[in-house]
């Protein structure tokens, strides 16, 4: 059984860090990604890395960029999201998803992942 386990989430005040953690298990994973929900708001995707098959480096959004780090241990089957100078905006409940398959997926839409955690919240105030 594929278990996803999101950590890490919690309330900063703007320009405050936080640092996600998700553990897979169950399965190993060729590519690991972070989308996030807000109330109202269609799931959107936050940042992916990727350590086999085809495919490069990590990849963020463009409000991630340059604010969020996405790393990951392929051997430990986990990825981290450092979220630095945090905005009211980033408020959301963000979402660990994960897949197996080596070749190509469109790592943007939340419909090419198979498995997903149950989330984690995170609240930035202004």
């Known amino acids: 059984q594929v278990q996803l386990v999101e950590s890490g989430g919690g309330s900063v005040q703007a320009g405050g860090s936080l640092r996600l953690s998700c553990a897979a298990s169950g399965r190993s994973m060729s590519i690991m990604a972070w989308f996030r929900q807000a109330p109202g708001k269609e799931r959107e995707f936050v940042a992916a890395i990727r350590w086999s098959g085809s495919g490069v480096g990590p990849v963020y959004a463009g409000f991630a960029e340059g604010r969020f780090t996405i790393s990951g241990d392929s051997a430990k089957n986990s990825m981290y999201l450092q979220m630095n100078n945090l905005e009211p905006e980033d408020t959301a409940v963000y979402l660990c998803?994960?897949?197996?398959?080596?070749?190509?997926?469109?790592?943007?839409?939340?419909?090419?992942?198979?498995?997903w955690g149950r989330g984690t919240q995170v609240t930035v105030s202004s």
């Open positions: 998803t994960a897949d197996s398959t080596v070749g190509f997926i469109n790592v943007f839409s939340s419909r090419a992942y198979d498995y």
